[in-house]
């Protein structure tokens, strides 16, 4: 099983620095999607070049990422 | 016998708190408070107490609100303007429905004013004493006795109501020495479950909060206070009547100018007058009740205050109307004298006031 | 699978009420997870102030009180003198803390109270809808300085940490900053400094976080990230002023 990033839809709202800090850019804004509050969530996308590395869940605002490594 | 002491009001009152189970004072300077302040510092440490000075009356107040929310029996001091600096946190303390008492011992105004002693704050205490809707107990001791005294009561009734009490006072009773005799240091506080102390695994964490964001629970909040109100209302009031059973003119103070208006109810009496003297010791909660029976016979009522007539309203809606209510004070520091008051006494019983 | 991160209990699930991109969030997480990583929950009192943060009221797990306006200092002084083994911290902005609350500060500092203060400095008031702040950047357009901040009429920034280090009562002064990975990892070994040293009874400690305030910024989250590494780092540069038990074991 691969590292894993879980987002908490119902608290991301959408602000992005996770996207732009993610240091392997695995992680993306679903366009398609919206949370109750309207946002797009953060969604992982390249799974498998996930390092656990964790600065996604470091720098998130609210909490909202849990990591998971192997 | 408990022992007699001779004591300035203001080092009375201080030793009455602690004795009352206070424990923690935040103080600063101000005439014609500051022995309050002095005497903490010297006998907190003494019985294990904190005596603290603040960079303000503001700093003293919210520290107030501090160790109220801890639990703790804790107590201000100040004089009018420094209570003015205060009334932000009266009104949070009420807010927050926390238990403290503060001590105004007035001093004339308004702005810098002077250093002699006033009444002029009344209003401020029983009508304002900070923004939104909330009361606060407000007693009104005549002499040093009565000042420790009320220190006991209003421990008391703070805690048992969660809510902010003052003993208003004035220059005159803090600065004056008499006779005192202390009740028994309490033994035992009332256990505060509700306080912010730490929750030690062992109860969820407590809040202590005025905010509510959603204005229905804000009125609510506000309303099951004034159920509050009300019960205190019919059950808290104290007052002493002094030959109002047959009196034609019932005059009306408190304070220091009770005192003064007592001499002149004695000397109108000696002079075949039918004079009396309703005083209240609290003012909030007003002792509607019992002046509306101290003026049964009354044809004519007057109010002595020193200031320009702020009591002298109440004592009017309290008679609701029914009976005329004259005024006589003096302002700015000046302490009027038996004299003035038996002469408004004398003019009124010819009944030139018609 | 094993989980590497994760919210800290500490902070009740509740989703925070800031701002998309606010860090004020993850300052909250880095208080919560010193406090859950030293076992300090029961002993935590903690003093909420008026700002976008009065919600942290409701979102750590401890025992807390929501003070007036800049009072914070004051109402902490209150409480840990009242409960001496309690854990005392407030959680301040910048209007907070360095405009109406200054003498508080400057005083609680100046008696040595064992408290701690997490000072959140994002050169503006945010909850009412981005005026100037004390901290406001010379030239800084906001809502009460659409000039930008004039010198004239609104004076310098405040520098918080150089102040307060020149005073003895201080025993632990250090700013940070939460807008990268590196910086909120220094801006939690601070954090949980602090919390060490005031729960073994050594004083003052204060803690300054540079944050970012998106929303009244007019920039997005990430932009803002930047423009807080641009703008503010040079006028409150990142470090510790003052230590008194640098280097000593814990």
Known sequence: ?70 | MAQRLLMKGNEAVAEAAIRAGCRHFYGYPITPQTEVAAYMSKRMPKVGGLFLQAESEIGAINMVMGSAAAGKRTMTSSSSPGISLKTEGISFLAGSDLPAVILNIQRAGPGLGGIQPSQADYNQAVKAAGHGDFKMLVFTPATVQEMCDCVFTVFDLTDKYRMPGMLLCDGLLGQMMEPVVFPEPVEGLPAKPWAVNGHRNARPGNLVNSLYLHPEALEARVRERFEMYKTIEETETQAECFMTEDAEIVVVAYGACARIARSAVTAAREAGIKAGLFRPITVWPYPKRELTGAAKTAKAVLTVEMSMGQMVEDVRAALEYKKPVEFFGRTGGVVPTPAGVLGEITRMAKGEWL | MKVVYDKPGFLRGLPFTYCSGCTHGVIHKLVAESITELGLEGRVIGVAPVGCAVMCQSFFACDMIQAAHGRAPAVATGLIRAVPDGVVFTYQGDGDLAAIGTAETIHAAGRGENIVIIFVNNAIYGMTGGQMAPTTLTGQVTQTSPYGRQTDTAGYPIKVCEMLATMEGVSYAERVSVHRAPEIRKAKKAIKKAFEYQSSGRGFSIVEVLSTCPTNWGLTPVEALDWLADNLIPHFPLGVYKDKFAGEAK
């Open chain 1, 1 to 70: 099983m691969p590292n894993r990033v879980t987002i908490d839809e119902k608290l991301c709202k959408g602000c992005g620095v996770c996207v732009a800090a993610c240091p392997k850019q695995v992680l993306f804004l679903n366009r398609e999607k919206f949370n109750a509050k309207g946002y797009n969530p953060s969604c992982m996308g390249k799974i498998d070049d996930c390092t656990a590395c964790c600065v996604c869940g470091l720098v998130c605002p609210d909490c909202a990422i849990k990591v998971e490594k192997e």
